[in-house]
């Protein structure tokens, strides 16, 4: 079974920023596209990024492209999701996942394999 664990969540306050990591094997980083999604209360399910495994390419969602960052640390075998400009809208729980799919996709259907979450809730 392939693991992915979420860290990084909580409270945090309008316009921080905070990072969140999902941590994986080399061999599963190296492999599958990871992806970033989130699901605020009352709403679906919502592909915001996606990292290739390959070249590193990127893709995001209109609503946080240019205040969120994904990136790979193979040193320590994580996926980062630097987040800047935290709005209360961004309130969710926040997971990755992996895919197999041949190119970096934010489509859901298309990941098999999905960490628990962590909640990261934007307050005053």
């Known amino acids: 079974q392939l693991e992915l664990v979420e860290s990084g969540g909580g409270l945090v306050q309008p316009g921080g920023s905070p990072r969140l990591s999902c941590a994986a094997s080399?061999?599963?980083?190296?492999?599958?596209?990871i992806g970033w999604f989130r699901q605020g209360p009352g709403k679906e399910r919502e592909g915001i990024s996606c990292?290739?495994?390959?070249?590193?390419?990127?893709i995001y969602a209109d609503s946080v492209k240019g205040r969120f960052t994904i990136s790979r640390d193979n040193a320590k075998n994580t996926v980062t999701l630097q987040m800047h400009s935290l709005e209360p809208q961004d309130s969710g729980i926040y997971y990755c996942a992996a895919s197999g799919w041949p190119k970096p996709t934010k489509e859901s259907a298309l990941y098999c394999f999905w960490g628990q979450g962590t909640q990261v809730t934007v307050s005053a």
């Open positions: 990292i290739s495994p390959s070249d590193g390419g990127t």
């Open positions: 080399e061999r599963v980083l190296s492999t599958y596209n």
